[in-house]
């Protein structure tokens, strides 16, 4: 017998909304950035994604929509937000790194949908103040499904054009994510260290002198890493970050044979071709997250002069979708 519900409520004060079929419970942040704070595997009872000790607790009472967040990660919970502008040019401004993803700094308009042909859904819409965007979003279940299915469009509004990095970034935690755990790679993944190529002095060099294989990448320590590993937790472990691009098919996840489940994350790869791998691994934060962008680099203009930013010209629309299965190996 199907099993449907979704249902308003606060979590530390912010508002929420609560989808839940007979696989999945998904909390939705409507006060804070339409962030995906939990994602609840019914039948093991665990949620999937990582929390930082805080979490959201320094949020508890604040009003976003009077005094929003100046950057999507101060202070950083965990959980799926969406980073939106992550870098942007406009009319002559920048968005650069210290005031990236506005659309997670600030309170979502929401509409519910209730059991409508066999699927309920929360609509999400943000008119940006610090970018000329507007963001629709939705989250939908299906009856009887494992998979929870995303559908965004972004507009450009105001005088200019807006060139911009859009990038989600949902980190996962235990218990899935594990020394058991194995990550799934899209097939053909190349990996360009972002980081390098920023601290490079000579910008004029060859991109694919930053290049590694996702089997053996070189960490800052000088330590080897495979990327397909998840590593015991540790307190004093390390971190990763590098871009992945070059694959044919966008679909990652994480298998953990210990819970007996497997985890896809599969998106639209005509808007966000590339895809980002960060892993931390220490005190605060243990967690794996995987993140579809339209850009490996960090900076704007890297990303416009390697011909992957995202142009909206006033008026134009970009859409996207993504879709998250968890199913029993």
């Known amino acids: 017998m199907s099993f449907l519900d979704i249902c308003e409520l606060s979590v530390e004060g912010i508002p929420a909304v609560r989808l839940e079929n007979e696989w999945l419970i998904v909390v939705v942040l409507v006060g804070k950035g339409a ?7 019914k039948p093991l009872g665990i949620d999937l994604l990582m929390k930082t000790k805080s979490g959201l607790e320094p949020l508890h009472g604040r009003d976003l929509r009077s005094k929003p967040l100046t950057h999507y ?53 943000v008119a940006l103040t610090e970018s000329p965007l507007i963001v629709v979003k939705e989250f939908r279940l299906r009856a009887g499904k494992p998979e929870l299915f995303v559908e965004e469009e972004v507009e450009g509004v105001g005088g200019w054009p807006v060139q911009f990095i859009w990038t989600q970034h949902p980190a996962f935690g235990e218990p899935l994510v594990d020394g058991s755990a194995r990550i799934s790679l899209p097939p053909g993944s190349r990996v360009f260290q972002a980081l390098w190529y920023d601290a490079a002095p000579d910008s004029r060099a060859l991109l694919s002198s930053f290049e590694e294989e996702v089997g053996k990448i070189t960490l800052d320590n000088g330590r080897i890493k495979d990327l397909r590993e998840a590593e015991q937790r540790r307190m004093d472990g390390d971190n990763c970050f590098v871009s992945l691009f070059g694959f044919e098919e966008a679909e990652v996840g994480i298998d953990n044979p210990r819970l007996g489940i497997r985890l896809r994350l599969m998106w639209d790869k005509e808007t966000w071709p590339h895809l980002r791998y960060w892993s931390s691994n ?10 579809p962008s339209n850009s490996r680099f960090s900076d704007i203009h890297d990303s416009l002069k390697h011909g992957e930013a995202l142009t909206l010209h006033p008026g134009e629309k970009c859409s996207a979708w993504m879709r998250l299965r968890v199913e029993r190996l």
């Open 282 to 291: 220490n005190e605060e934060m243990y967690t794996v997250a995987l993140e």
């Open 73 to 125: 990660a101060k202070p950083y919970p965990g959980g799926w937000q969406e980073l939106l502008p992550n870098r942007a040019l406009f009319g002559g401004r920048e968005i650069g790194h210290d005031r990236e993803g506005e659309s997670a700094c600030v309170p979502w308009e929401f509409e519910l949908r209730r059991n409508v042909a066999g699927e309920i859904a929360v609509r999400c819409r």
């Open 35 to 41: 962030d995906v704070w939990e994602l609840i595997y």
